[in-house]
């Protein structure tokens, strides 16, 4: 028997269109990245990619990585517990402030940690005071790394955290568990998986953010150079390949984080059954 | 251990789930909390377990036999509590997950991996799951997860077992079987229990005692052939059966409805409301002096010991429900759209105002 909305004809149209603008607008694009990058041989491209400037933005870009995806975790973790465990004043209003970062757009997120911390700015004028320096640096680029990737963890968490309900803590409770323990041995193995999936979204934000990063980091070749930023100076320096080999780099780490998304579902979906 | 509560109360944001309550359970008892849901019976029980605080105005207390234990946390109250969906950690075996409460003992306290082992052993012995240590939740029946939350509960050897509809999720059979078997368990091992369910036939099968309550109040505490027999008030005796209730005017000692009529001496003049049990009412071809209730069948239903019969009339607002045994059926042949004579052989009175019964043997 046929089902509803099933018909032979709409599902090849449905199919076809499909198939058609994923290639055209997914697909293309990240072939034609490596093509690009490729344009004039191999051993271009690795020219391109050991170049000091690039070498020093990948650095960077790792660097402000590895410090934001702890920092994530941790907050993520915290806050999902805070708003499906305790009920508080304020919990609905909190998780709505979660969702600022994805909000806003991530040049106003930059221009406010400008105002605010830069160096005629209400706080950073007071730390100029120190000799710290926030903005133009890479503090900065980390701190609006973190305002920008913040919600990926807890957006994960939440929504599973307040489905499994705190029974089994409940019970983990009556059996004379209690902090640390509780948490490693009950409520981690129960959220390891959506963990680990918001720690990869976080990581893919971190490595391509762009926006935000490009207000507070003042682009200094070498210096406060991530990898987006130095791969958009290149371009405006008509240095194609250069600019392509850097974005075949980005769109590598990508491709690589997608992996690991497809594998963890995968896995996921086999401990479930 | 006995279990002593005094003036707990509990309320939720602007509803009282709970108003004052006094509760006292003897050493090795096993105790039914009975009540529709929303009775406040579950939020008692966590609030025994500590899962839940009582209101800190009225001052309540919660004793442990003589350990005060109102200030207490769970963890150092020495309860067992099972779950009514179980709770079993998904993620750990079942050995793992009855171990559990064992290996998150401080490292002082904690016995040797061996002695876990063997305690583990002799758990699972208990529940008859020795072959399925390895197994996961998600790889055992719903019978099978309760009872190794079961011995998860008692592994630590509480003073007090506290169950949450225990039985709830599970079908008619299971559930048969697994109440005897807890019955066992609670003489074997001699804990105090207290368990919470909405299903009269459960409590009344499993208690020692019975607590029935209703809106955040205790009805009635007694032993359950007490409860039936002498029920406090009209909630609960509604609560624990089927009831007919038959409403009309008393003038001279004879209760008039439409065509019904039923001779009630006692009674006083004025409009009245009986109830009457299933088994209470008898079936027959011809009225009897004192009662004339002329009745249609509309149903039957032969499963069981005794046939289930459903009555109609002009003069019945709802059907009524007679239970007649099997000898008495085939003697007068009941059968659908058959028109009989209920004779009440006994029935019962509520004065909503002060709360008393009153009941009759019908003449």
């Known amino acids: 028997m046929q089902r509803i909305g099933d018909a032979p004809r709409v599902r090849r149209i449905l199919v076809i269109s499909a198939v058609l603008l994923a290639a055209l607008f997914l697909l293309l694009p990240l072939v034609a990245i490596f093509a690009q990058a490729f344009a004039q041989g191999v051993e271009v491209f690795w020219r391109n990619v050991s170049n000091h400037y690039t070498v020093r933005a990948i650095g960077l870009t790792l660097f402000i990585t590895v410090l934001t995806i702890p920092v994530c975790l941790v907050f993520g973790v915290a806050l999902a517990w805070l708003v499906t465990r305790f009920s508080f004043p304020g919990r609905r209003l909190l998780q709505t402030l979660i969702d600022i970062p994805f909000a806003v757009s991530p040049v106003v997120a930059g221009l406010v940690y400008l105002l605010l911390y830069g160096r005629n700015g209400w706080i950073g004028n007071w730390l100029d005071g120190y000799d710290i320096q926030l903005m133009f640096a890479w503090p900065g680029i980390l701190m609006v790394t973190i305002f920008v990737t913040c919600p990926f963890v807890a957006r994960e968490l939440i929504p599973l955290m307040q489905a499994q309900g705190s029974r089994d803590e409940e019970a983990a409770v009556t059996l004379g568990a209690s902090g640390w323990t509780l948490f490693r041995r009950v409520t981690l193995p129960n959220i390891r998986w959506a963990l680990l999936y918001g720690v990869i979204l976080t990581n893919a934000r971190a490595v391509g953010e762009f926006g935000a990063v490009s207000v507070v980091s003042g682009a200094i070749r070498g210096q406060t150079n991530t990898l987006p930023l130095h791969l958009e100076q290149l371009y405006q320096d008509y240095n194609t390949v250069g600019a392509f080999s850097s974005a075949a780099l980005l769109a590598l780490i990508a491709l690589l984080t997608l992996a690991a998304k497809a594998s963890l579902e995968w896995r996921a979906a086999r401990q479930e059954a | ?363």
């Not at chain 2, 779950?83 to 306290?109: C, I, S, W």
């Not at chain 2, 599970?170 to 079987?177: G, I, M, P, S």
């Not at chain 2, 009412?281 to 289930?308: C, F, H, M, N």
């Open chain 2, 1 to 363: 251990m006995s279990i002593r509560l005094t003036n707990i109360a509990k309320t939720f944001g602007r509803t009282q789930a709970l108003e004052p309550i006094n509760l006292d359970i003897h050493d090795g008892e096993l105790v039914g909390l009975l009540g529709p849901s929303g009775s406040g019976k579950t939020t008692l029980l966590r609030i025994i377990a500590g899962l839940e605080q009582a209101d800190a105005k009225p001052a309540g207390r919660i004793q442990f036999g003589e350990r005060d234990v109102t200030q207490v946390h769970v963890r150092d109250r020495r309860i067992g509590f099972v779950f009514q969906h179980y709770a079993l950690f998904r993620h750990m075996t079942v050995f793992d997950n009855v171990a559990f409460g064992l290996t998150v003992m401080p490292r002082k306290e904690r016995p040797s991996s061996g002695e876990i082992r063997a305690r583990v052993h002799r758990l699972l012995e208990m529940v008859q799951l020795e072959d399925f240590a390895k197994r996961y939740p998600a790889q055992l029946s719903g019978g099978q997860q309760q009872r190794v939350s079961l011995a998860r509960a008692l592994a630590l050897r509480p003073d007090v077992l506290l169950l949450d509809e225990p039985f709830g999720a599970l079908d008619a059979k299971v559930r048969q079987e697994l109440r005897r078997w807890l019955r066992h368990l609670h003489d074997e091992l001699n804990f105090t229990s207290v368990f919470v369910t909405h299903d009269q036939e459960e409590a009344l099968e499993l208690s020692d005692r019975v607590v029935v309550m209703s809106n955040g109040r205790i009805e009635q505490i007694d032993t359950p052939e007490a409860l039936y027999r002498a029920p406090a008030n009209r909630f609960v005796f509604e609560f624990l059966g089927d009831v007919n209730r038959l409403e009309g005017d008393v003038r001279d000692g004879v209760l008039t409805c439409g065509d019904a009529r039923l001779a009630v001496s006692e009674l006083d003049d004025g409009r009245e409301e009986l109830l009457l049990r299933p088994h209470e009412l008898k079936l027959a071809d011809a009225p009897s002096d004192a009662a004339q209730l002329p009745v249609t069948v509309t149903s039957i239903s032969p499963i069981g010991a005794e046939v289930r019969v459903e009555l109609e009339a002009d003069w019945l607002p709802a059907p009524w429900l007679a239970t007649v045994r099997h000898a008495d059926f085939e003697r007068l042949a009941i059968s659908r759209g058959q028109r009989l004579y209920a004779i009440p052989r006994r029935w019962h009175r509520f004065d909503d105002a002060t709360a008393k019964p009153r009941q009759a043997t019908a003449a």
